[in-house]
């Protein structure tokens, strides 16, 4: 089974940019679609982005559309999530989550069986 270490989280002004990372190891991460998800404070975790095992499509929560890219490189055995034009809505513990793959998009936690212990963004107004 895979392995995944989620890194990149830290304080930023609203406005900013982050990049997150995700280091899988274990397996090969070609072999796996990838998402990442948030949890805020008190709320349930959420859905924010998937790409398949060829990192070649992507999925977007309506929320972090036309900010966000999330990307994947099967050559390092890593995915990113970039993020900009950050909002202090965007605050949470970001997660990693990678599956064998489907032909749906994953956008429940549930759909994936692997998980990162997750990175804190704060955005501060």
């Known amino acids: 089974q895979v392995q995944l270490v989620e890194s990149g989280g830290g304080l930023v002004q609203a406005g900013g940019s982050l990049r997150l990372s995700c280091a899988a190891s274990?397996?090969?991460?070609?072999?796996?679609?990838m998402a990442w998800f948030r949890q805020a404070p008190g709320k349930e975790r959420e859905f924010v982005a998937a790409?398949?095992?060829?990192?070649?499509?992507?999925h977007y929560a309506d929320s972090v559309e036309d900010r966000f890219t999330i990307s994947k490189d099967n050559a390092e055995n890593a995915g990113y999530l970039q993020m900009n034009r950050l909002q202090p809505e965007d605050t949470a513990v970001y997660y990693c989550?990678?599956?064998?793959?489907?032909?749906?998009?994953?956008?429940?936690?549930?759909?994936?069986?692997?998980w990162g212990q997750g990175t804190q963004v704060t955005v501060s107004s």
């Open positions: 989550a990678a599956d064998r793959p489907s032909t749906a998009w994953g956008i429940r936690p549930d759909d994936y069986a692997y």
């Open positions: 790409t398949r095992w060829t990192g070649t499509l992507a």
């Open positions: 274990g397996h090969a991460f070609s072999n796996y679609d």
